[in-house]
């Protein structure tokens, strides 16, 4: 199913290049924070990375498009902050990640009276859709004793992201991002279960490095 994948999105990539008016490529790395809406656990206190390649494209003065193809580690954490030692639950979502994002190259920020900055075609505002292929779930309710859970989620999933891309020289830019998913990533469970309680959706801010050949 991953090879079945990839290659439509390598034959994208070529597609953006050979019709680009300004083409370049990079690379992308960083660190995931997350949480699971629909468990039983609040917080971002799942840690993980992501990391790949993007294709992009400048589409005029003010607009541009950049397709990313990675991966990335979602997921959730149980922290009990009274006593951590009572409770423990962990689950590893690893997916091959396609955001399709539109790039807004935002030049300066400008509201009277006093406020008046200039952002030196550093700052682009990101948002679009994207689409991930699960490949692996792990899920632990004992450290001891993890369980393959792939099944138990949905293979696809369909997600929005938004965030803003700065450029801190002439190749290299911090890149932010949240993600929420548009369908859930796993439907309410058909017995009890002290975690999974009703529909799930993936909740995730990366904050990675981008470098731009």
Partial sequence: MIKKLILPVLLMFVFVNLNAQEFSAGVTGGMVI??????????YNKFAGTGGLFVHN????????????KYIQK?????????????????KLNYI??????????????????IDLNFNNKLKITAGPSVAYLFN?????????????????????IGGQIGFTYFIGEHLAFDYRFLYTVLPI????????????????????TFSLMYQF
């Fill in 75 to 91: 997921g959730s954490k149980a922290v009990d902050q009274k006593d951590p030692g009572t409770l423990y639950y962990r689950v």
């Fill in 97 to 114: 990640e396609i955001p399709f994002l539109f790039e807004y190259n935002l030049h300066g920020l400008k509201i009277p009276p006093k």
């Fill in 186 to 205: 796993r439907f309410s469970p058909n017995t009890e279960l002290y975690y999974w309680v009703n529909w799930e959706f993936n909740r995730v801010m």
């Fill in 58 to 69: 400048t589409l005029g003065d003010r607009w541009s498009f950049r397709m990313e193809l």
């Fill in 137 to 157: 779930a792990i899920e632990e309710d004992n450290p001891q004793y993890p369980n393959d859970a792939t099944n138990t989620f949905t293979r696809v999933e």
């Fill in 34 to 43: 997350s949480q699971v809406d629909g468990d039983s656990f609040g917080g």
